[in-house]
């Protein structure tokens, strides 16, 4: 895993974002700050995404304070950051844009 910040990019409902994240080790799991913008300034995410305890869902993600993510976020867009993670995580030498 690593302990460096790292840069994801992705395209979603044909908008561009990229992003920071930064991993945040917590006990045995580790965490993932994201700090993400579109490409036209639009839209700006700051969120952190974790590993789900669910077996219905790949990531979990909380905003700072106790408010819902899904109350600020697109469920999808949410998804695709932990997608984004994802590759990375598989292969760091990867940066192609995908679009979905």
């Known amino acids: 895993m690593p302990a460096e910040p ?14 920071i ?11 993932y700050s994201v700090q993400l913008e579109s490409e036209n300034q639009e839209s700006n995410v700051a969120i952190v995404a974790r590993p789900s305890q ?26 695709e950051i932990g997608e984004a993670i994802e590759r990375y995580l598989v292969d760091p030498n990867k940066t192609e844009k995908i679009d979905i």
């Open 6 to 19: 790292f840069q994801i990019e992705f395209n979603y409902q044909e908008t561009p974002y990229i992003g």
């Open 54 to 79: 669910s077996a219905l869902e790949d990531w979990d993600f909380s905003c700072e304070g106790e408010d819902d993510p899904l109350d600020y976020y697109d469920k999808d867009l949410l998804q």
């Open 21 to 31: 994240v930064t991993p945040i080790e917590k006990g045995k799991q580790t965490w």
